[in-house]
């Protein structure tokens, strides 16, 4: 099978056919995938062809094409005993962030399109979500527990900016008072303070950001439109101030690749202010696999095979392995000194000591129009 090198090479040399996947090279600048390969559920392949007139010189980087959807529910319920929350809220399908390594990338083949530079650059937008949040709220038979917020693509991902989707969402939980806990990359998170401030002091919101480097040439690379780590600690940092629970995820932690600033990572973020810090070890689900090996050939050829093989001693010799209770941490020696790594470090460093339980006593439906009023 020749590399994304050797089908680069191939692209500027020759003038016979070449895949998409080559040709896609030509339009991934600023992206993170390198690659848009059809998805696992499609019956056919695409081939692009050269026509011999250096067209391709003329591709364009990839524009984002966000589209309209008109969702018919809005919170996503889950039983696995991997995750602390059962309920959560993705305000948009495809993440413009473009993590090379992101675990939600698979979920876009469900769309009849590609997990690779599909994922990051044709979105899909919930502009109605609020309405439906609210709608599911006011069911009689409602019990109010945490919603996490960007556990599958970035709520506050730069559409975010245009679309407002997530402000909208923590508006109708304030009105609530229903406890929710975000997960972002992006430092975006701060335009919605007034509302996570006045929720903090409820006791129903929680802010995790994702501090996966401190490398800014390195983050470029893996995240390349998520916010730059120095605006992520700083984010940490002014919510921490402002009396909001903040916690620091660092994921993934890659083998060979950002493992070893483990401890400087978990220092930067509680100089900052936090009190929380968790880790996940990189997933290659389904089409991640092949994708993240396309970007690490094509950014680190040099370590390429040492970072896969320790990959597979953590996933029982495959590229992944989905068990519950070992797809978040690994299994065997090299995981175990991760983890044993970062635990001796939160315990150092004061982290962990008390885990932030949102309030669900508070939540009370709005009295809605032609409603009598209660008395007391």
């Known amino acids: 099978m020749a590399t994304l090198i050797d089908m680069r090479e191939r692209l500027e040399f020759t003038d016979e056919a070449v895949p998409e996947d080559a040709i896609a090279l030509r339009q991934a600048r600023g992206r993170g995938a390198r690659s848009n390969v059809s998805g696992r559920h499609e019956a056919l392949s695409r081939l692009i062809f050269d026509d011999g007139w250096q067209s391709l010189e003329d591709l364009s980087a990839l524009k984002t094409d966000v589209t309209d959807e008109a969702a018919k529910t809005i919170i996503t319920r889950n039983r696995s005993p991997d995750l602390s929350?059962?309920?959560?809220?993705?305000?948009y399908r495809g993440c413009e962030h473009g993590c090379s390594y992101c675990y939600a990338r698979p979920t876009h083949a469900n769309?009849?399109?590609?997990?690779?530079?599909?994922?990051?650059?044709?979105?899909?937008?919930?502009?109605?979500?609020?309405?439906?949040?609210?709608?599911?709220?006011?069911?009689?038979?409602?019990?109010?527990?945490?919603?996490?917020?960007g556990t599958n693509t970035d709520p506050y991902q730069p559409i975010e900016r245009q679309y407002r989707i997530t402000r909208q969402i923590l508006e109708v939980l304030q009105e609530f008072?229903?406890?929710?806990?975000?997960?972002?990359?992006?430092?975006?998170?701060?335009?919605?303070?007034?509302?996570?401030?006045?929720?903090?002091?409820?006791?129903?919101?929680?802010?995790?950001?994702?501090?996966?480097?401190?490398?800014?040439?390195?983050?470029?690379?893996?995240?390349?439109?998520?916010?730059?780590?120095a605006k992520r600690l700083q984010a940490l940092e002014v919510l921490s101030a402002s009396g909001i629970p903040t916690a620091a995820m660092l994921a993934p932690v890659i083998p060979a690749l950002n493992d070893r600033e483990l401890e400087a990572i978990l220092k930067a973020v509680s100089v900052a202010g936090v009190k929380e810090a968790g880790y996940v070890l990189l997933r290659l689900p389904l089409e991640v696999?092949?994708?993240?090996?396309?970007?690490?050939m094509n950014e680190m050829p040099d370590s390429a095979a040492h970072v896969l093989s320790l990959v597979r001693s953590m996933r029982l010799g495959k590229d992944y392995d989905a068990t519950w209770g070992r797809r978040q941490t690994g299994s065997g020696p090299y995981a175990w000194?991760?983890?044993?790594?970062?635990?001796?470090?939160?315990?150092?460093?004061?982290?962990?000591?008390?885990?932030?339980k949102l309030r669900t006593g508070l939540f009370k439906r709005p009295p809605q129009p032609g409603e009598q009023l209660d008395l007391f």
């Open 85 to 91: 929350f059962d309920r959560s809220i993705n305000p």
């Open 289 to 296: 696999s092949t994708l993240f090996r396309e970007w690490l």
């Open 111 to 149: 769309m009849g399109l590609s997990p690779g530079l599909d994922f990051e650059s044709r979105l899909f937008a919930k502009p109605n979500a609020a309405e439906l949040l609210r709608r599911e709220l006011m069911h009689p038979g409602y019990k109010p527990k945490t919603i996490a917020l």
């Open 177 to 229: 008072n229903h406890p929710v806990g975000i997960v972002t990359k992006s430092a975006l998170v701060l335009r919605d303070l007034d509302i996570l401030r006045q929720m903090a002091e409820r006791g129903l919101a929680k802010v995790a950001i994702s501090v996966t480097t401190l490398d800014g040439d390195l983050a470029r690379k893996m995240e390349p439109r998520a916010s730059v780590p």
């Open 337 to 356: 000194s991760i983890g044993r790594r970062f635990e001796i470090t939160c315990d150092r460093l004061g982290l962990n000591r008390g885990k932030t």
